[in-house]
């Protein structure tokens, strides 16, 4: 999008927005197939109203982009496994190849998912190995970049550049600390609680607003209903050797919930993933209680109407207010406007600082929309790896002097040592220009 589009807004935010939409439209489909019509209404419902997923398809955080890509994984190794076909099968290796790309936690999710229902499918004689083999076949060859990109990163080879394909040795690598004994703190009571985290608050504004949890509270009964059911789906469906939907939601459930207590802080975005499941939970539950009794149906509705309503009044007033107005780029406008107005001021040879929390760099390339080549090309690292300077634009402060531009984004963190000089200032917003007198 970035390369079509150019760094903006709207090239963050899109890849979310579309794969949320076909998302939601896979995952019914799948549901109609094995549940029916009404149920596929439900999911439908659910995708719509959640706050986990109507938050994170309006949030362009690239962790999010499991969670589409794991109902496409999960979509089309069902129809595999339902046509017996190899051609679905290579297809399937190809979307769980390209899921692996969305994040690094896919890494140990998608062999925990297919090591459990390949291995099922292998006893109940519902796969040959013919078929494992034209789906591991693309598989393997889309990971092999990123086992590359692994190897480099942690030192083992030496970066790749050709004239049509590079791995580099990235600016930084961010590794989550991954081991058992993660375990201990993830299942003890208090703030590190893994359910706790997935259900009701990770500390996260971002992925989770507390008054509602990510489900709303109230679907925390109806979720374990739905997961007891489809333990029972997934019981008979073993017994009589069948093939079971049930069976691969209950992989992902709980590879996703593994995952999610093995490596370090856990939060929402990391195990986005076991919402497909919760989702697929609560549905069957749903339909279970409008079987035995319309009028609990209908009043359930309107419980979810009414959280939903008051969760999207909370959702467009107040949550901007309590969340930083840097990550939801509330305050990029103000930025345009404010380095705008640096380059009036600017004589040709003063230095622009941006500076500011959250790394002021990124709002200062989005702002001018600067194309990753560009900026790959002009910027310079301090010792550390922090972007320190780019073109004109410099990002860390050393000491205030009288001869430059200071264009601050976090009005309560203002130098003290600009009130010794005579600036000038303009605010715009939330970001506040100091520059120095023409002449």
């Given at each position: ?213 990510t489900i709303y509270y109230v679907s925390i009964p109806l979720f374990l ?131 500011g929390r959250s790394r002021p760099y990124i709002y200062t390339l989005l ?73």
């Amino acid at each position: 999008m970035i390369k079509i589009f150019g760094y903006s807004v709207i090239s963050v935010r899109l890849p979310a927005i579309l794969l949320s939409l076909a998302s939601a439209l896979a995952m019914t489909l799948t549901v109609r197939k094995e549940l029916g019509n009404t149920a596929s209404v439900i999911t439908m419902l659910f995708f719509c109203i959640l706050p986990f997923s109507f938050m994170h398809s309006r949030w362009g955080l690239d962790a999010y982009l499991l969670f589409p890509m794991m109902i496409f994984s999960v979509t089309v190794f069902y129809y595999a496994v339902q046509s017996e076909k190899a051609r679905w099968f290579f297809l399937s290796g190809i979307v769980f190849g390209l899921t692996l790309y969305s994040y690094s936690v896919s890494f140990m999710l998608v062999p925990a998912l297919l090591g459990i229902s390949l291995i099922y499918l292998l006893i109940i004689r519902k796969v040959t190995w013919k078929n494992i083999i034209a789906l591991g076949i693309p598989l393997f060859l889309l990971a092999v970049p990123l086992m590359l990109m692994l190897a480099i990163n942690n030192g083992l080879i030496g970066e790749i550049r050709t004239r049509f394909f590079s791995i580099p040795q990235l600016i930084s690598y961010g590794v989550t600390e991954v081991g058992f004994i993660n375990m201990i703190n993830c299942l003890k009571f208090g703030p590190n609680n893994v359910f706790y985290n997935l259900f009701i608050n990770d500390n996260l504004l971002y992925n989770v607003v507390p008054a509602f949890g990510t489900i709303y509270y109230v679907s925390i009964p109806l979720f374990l209903y739905g997961l007891f059911l489809s333990v029972k789906r997934c019981i008979r469906a073993v017994k009589e050797k069948d093939i079971s939907f049930d069976l691969i939601m209950l992989s992902l459930f709980f590879a996703v919930l593994l995952v999610s207590m093995i490596i370090d802080k856990t939060n929402v975005n990391r195990s986005s993933g076991i919402y497909i499941s919760i989702i697929y939970f609560l549905t069957l539950g749903c339909l279970e209680i409008l079987k035995k009794s319309r009028k609990a149906a209908m009043a359930a509705a309107v419980v979810y109407l009414v959280s939903f309503a008051f969760f999207l009044n909370y959702y467009f007033t107040d949550f901007s207010r309590d969340l930083d107005s840097d990550i939801l780029f509330a305050s990029v406008s103000d930025l345009d406007d404010a380095l705008d107005f640096a380059e009036t001021v600017y004589q040709g040879d003063e230095t622009v600082y941006v500076l500011g929390r959250s790394r002021p760099y990124i709002y200062t390339l989005l702002s001018r929309q600067v194309d990753p080549y560009t900026f790959n090309e002009k910027m310079i690292l301090s010792n550390d790896g922090y972007v320190k300077i780019f073109d004109k634009y410099r990002f860390r402060l050393d000491a205030v002097l009288p001869d430059c531009i200071y264009v601050l984004t976090d009005l309560n963190d203002i130098p003290a040592d600009i009130e010794k000089f005579d600036f000038l200032s303009e605010q715009f917003g939330s970001v506040v220009v100091y520059y120095p007198k023409p002449g």
